[in-house]
DNA sequence: TCCAGTGGTGCTAACGTTAGCACAGGGATG
DNA sequence: CATCCCTGTGCTAACGTTAGCACCACTGGA
């Protein structure tokens, strides 16, 4: 690899002149700076960011940390920060933790050591302790999911408000035996949204026994099918189903056409996250409508001015996007028709 | 931030020694070791990645220059990529070129400048001359779209012979007006499809004319619904449509939905690239199958063992998968009806 | 003539880590 | 008892870049 020692040698001048007149330095004269430059050109040098970041200069780095990139959430996520991000100078690094405490630490690890400027982070449920030290000791952001003992800087979604009305929807249509699939409790956006399908049963004066649940792993679409087929057994199957994970909704769509399940006839379904295969699907999915790009944009504009004004200014902060219920045609009373397909 | 130094002098050691006993050089003692250990976790200390790769260690980092990480072809990439390359302790870069030649040159200089250990690009139709020396320095790989002035490594698929069997599918049902949709022929891969297209006619005895085409930005799923007005409007519109970019394919499809065309009755589609929003659209969506995640294994699993053996065996490599046609219910005879929809 | 100022350049150290060499102490061997 | 080897550790230099200081050759004013 061409240094700035060989173009320096070559031009028969010091490294400092070299490495000035690289940086446009006004100390250097503008001829000095067209020979240096020529000759960096022709020789094909490349600066070293290592070495220059072993001067002190911060990298311009990164990081995103999400369980799966191939989730629509976190892709418009990744677009949306990289884009933001190219136009300031900063590369995007990606980790994928498939919700794998130890794997988010392998790869906290290594960010750390390669001393990122930053991290914007979909914790895991339960982040191991030396995942929680590494964070504290880079700017950080925590997206959608919030694990307390983590800072305070978060950008999430009010679930609770978000599975209520979703199933207040379904109670308001006459809805008896709903059920809820959705993430472990463990993880605080699940157990909100759990919290949020309850309170809306509650204020529809439902019993307690009114809701089934099914919880697993949310970021398996196959998860999705195993649950959609144990609810469709037995005699006392629900009549609407909410959801709680897009992926999970991937599943149950799936499951669902393949049974040929009659939608809403025989179970209404309101899904979590809108992808464009949703209006398509069936009678078109009734769904809950997330602002992900709007909250990615807010993220990386964040994460941009938190690393270019220098003071700590870590103090806490939160904000919260609303969800909003896109009405297709997955809904309707029980034992209700299928409106016409917008098709 | 703590260093070795720092170890050192709270143990009233040498650097060399805490260096050493933290790579668990041999000739340390198992006791000093342990307390190096003990001392370093307490400390929170973090090996400076920048000052290692300073002493000729090469970096961990693979980047992924892409156009679009939403579009689902390179999220399967990138997850698979980064699957296969933790496991080997590398990290992934993401760069996003939106299919912009400047954009894709300034990630390029960045990459370099980090010393990336390889490359995989799906490059832009025209790469800078700068991109093309810069690639000439780092392993790389091109995947999909092959550009003759970039290495010969490439991965690929047999874009002319998909697009044939696609095109010949409508042939054989009786099609004499068919249209295709496709990337600009500036592009390897979309001269390739057009090709295989205009193949197709031909081997099925239709005239030059038979086939209508519209080449436009690839990456845009609006280009797709505003093209797919074009090819709609006019009394010799055309019975049969084959596409040759996936998100030209989901601007079509929400483009038919929303004109509410019958397909197959009044147009027949074959779709390009699979998602499981294809096999709810609609009829169900007849569309030209590609191994993509064969291929992004095979990627990952090339350029680690290409950056693991140290000699430069950077020997022409092509592999070219075959697309194959997914038969679903959107195409049919011309005039003809639509079969069942699957759900 | 001398001095201050200035434009242009060079020298050196430092960032954190690691590899090569040196060296001290102790036990085994002649 | 001298020599040798072995174990465990320290010292130093080097990686490529940049910032601080030093320096030299001029120019212009006193």
Redesign the pocket.
């Given at each position: 690899?061409i240094?700035?020692?060989d173009i320096a040698e070559r031009l028969g001048?010091?490294?400092?002149?070299v490495?000035?007149a690289?940086?446009d330095d006004p100390?250097?004269?503008e001829e000095?700076k067209f020979r240096v430059r020529q000759a960096a050109s022709e020789m094909g040098y490349v600066?070293?960011r290592a070495?220059?970041m072993?001067?002190?200069a911060s990298s311009n780095v990164v990081a995103l940390v999400i369980p799966d990139i191939r989730n629509s959430f976190y892709s418009t996520i990744a677009h949306e920060l990289s884009k933001n991000m190219e136009a300031e100078g900063f590369q995007l690094m990606l980790s994928e933790t498939d919700d794998d405490r130890m794997v988010e630490l392998r790869h906290l690890r290594e960010l750390s050591a390669t001393r990122v400027a930053g991290v914007i982070i979909v914790p895991t449920a339960r982040p191991h302790s030396d995942t929680v030290k590494l964070l504290r000791t880079v700017p950080h952001l925590q997206l959608l999911r919030r694990h307390p003992s983590l800072g305070s800087q978060w950008f999430g979604v009010d679930d609770h408000e978000a599975l209520r009305q979703a199933t207040a929807h379904l109670v308001t249509q006459g809805h008896t035996r709903l059920a809820y699939m959705g993430g472990p409790t463990e993880l605080p956006t699940g157990a909100e949204r759990l919290r949020g399908f309850r309170s809306a049963l509650r204020e529809g004066g439902l019993p307690e026994d009114a809701g089934r649940t099914e919880l697993g792993p949310p970021s398996s679409v196959d998860h999705g099918r195993q649950a959609m087929r144990r609810l469709l057994k037995g005699p006392d199957a629900p009549t609407a189903l909410v959801l709680g994970s897009i992926q999970l909704t991937r599943g149950v769509l799936e499951e669902l056409s393949e049974q040929r399940v009659k939608v809403p006839g025989e179970l209404s379904v309101v899904g979590f996250g809108d992808e464009p295969g949703f209006s398509w699907w069936g009678p078109g999915l009734t769904t809950i409508g997330l602002p992900i790009q709007e909250m990615a944009t807010g993220c990386a504009l964040w994460l941009m001015r938190r690393l270019k004004t220098e003071p700590g200014n870590d103090g806490p902060y939160t904000s919260v996007s609303p969800g909003s219920l896109v009405l297709r045609g997955s809904t309707a009373p029980p034992g209700g028709r299928a409106p016409s397909r917008s098709h």
């Open positions: 690899m240094t700035t020692r001048v010091s490294v400092s002149t490495g000035r690289l940086s100390r250097i004269s000095t600066g070293n070495a220059r072993m001067r002190g």
